[in-house]
């Protein structure tokens, strides 16, 4: 079993659509919940940074941690055909040594 | 300055050549790293920093060789390489807050082709 699971889509949605991105773990050492946003070509960008278990919001996006189910999800709402990229998750211990990607979702917004 | 930088940002080199990628970041963290990523796959580690000594090789074979000459600065430097290490290579770093390396701040990438 991977230590992150990832749902590697394609995810097709129409512009203005309420996005859900989703990641499961297996490790319950995690503490630390990051999502990345990459676009072809470049390096990823930090979107959402989470310690334990909660929700935070950041304009459009929104980062869920439920530790007791081992699950993560990303929301994003009002999508733009600017949020078209791979959305990865990332998680990582307190003990160091151990951060691990998901696979990457490939997200594309139509106009 | 939340930013990391790469240069160069396109190599092509050789199987004979011997090239250097840097890396350099001015948000004080402790911990600097090396990924290389394929076309449609994760970011896989290569090698971590932290306190500028190497605390993490993860079996990357040794014509890759890391470098940090300060804080600020990391270097990978590259020798006889094959084609199939053509590849995305990425830094970050991060501040090594609580002990892990979370919250990596990732730089735009070297796009390396070896001919």
């Known amino acids: 079993q991977k230590e992150v699971e990832q749902d590697p889509g394609p995810l097709s949605v129409p512009e203005g659509a309420i996005v859900s991105l989703n990641c499961t773990y297996s490790n319950s050492a995690f503490q630390y919940f990051m999502w990345y946003r990459q676009y072809s070509r470049k390096g990823p960008e930090l979107l959402m940074y989470?310690?334990?278990?909660g929700n935070k919001e950041d304009g459009r996006f929104t980062a869920q941690v439920d530790k007791s189910s081992k699950y993560i999800s990303l929301f994003i709402r009002d999508s733009q055909p600017s949020d078209s990229a791979t959305y990865l998750c990332?998680?990582?211990?307190?003990?160091?040594?151990?951060?691990?990607f998901g696979t990457g979702t490939s997200l594309t917004v139509i106009p | 300055d939340t930013e990391v930088t790469q240069t160069p940002k396109h190599l092509v080199m050789g199987m004979t050549n011997k090239k250097s990628l840097k890396c350099e970041q001015h948000?004080?963290?402790?911990?600097m790293y090396w990924y290389k990523q394929k076309a449609k796959k994760p970011p896989e580690l290569m090698f971590v920093?932290?306190?500028?000594?190497?605390?993490i090789n993860e079996s990357v074979p040794s014509r890759f060789s890391p470098e940090c000459p300060n804080s600020s600065l990391l270097n990978l430097h590259l020798h006889a390489l094959q084609p199939e290490d053509s590849a995305l290579y990425l830094c970050?770093?991060?501040?090594?807050?609580?002990?892990?390396?979370?919250?990596?701040?990732f730089g735009p990438g070297t796009r390396l082709t070896v001919l």
């Open positions: 970050a770093s991060s501040p090594n807050k609580g002990g892990g390396y979370n919250e990596q701040f």
């Open positions: 989470t310690y334990s278990s």
């Open positions: 920093y932290s306190y500028e000594k190497l605390s």
């Open positions: 990332a998680m990582s211990s307190n003990t160091g040594n151990q951060f691990y």
């Open positions: 948000m004080g963290h402790r911990a």
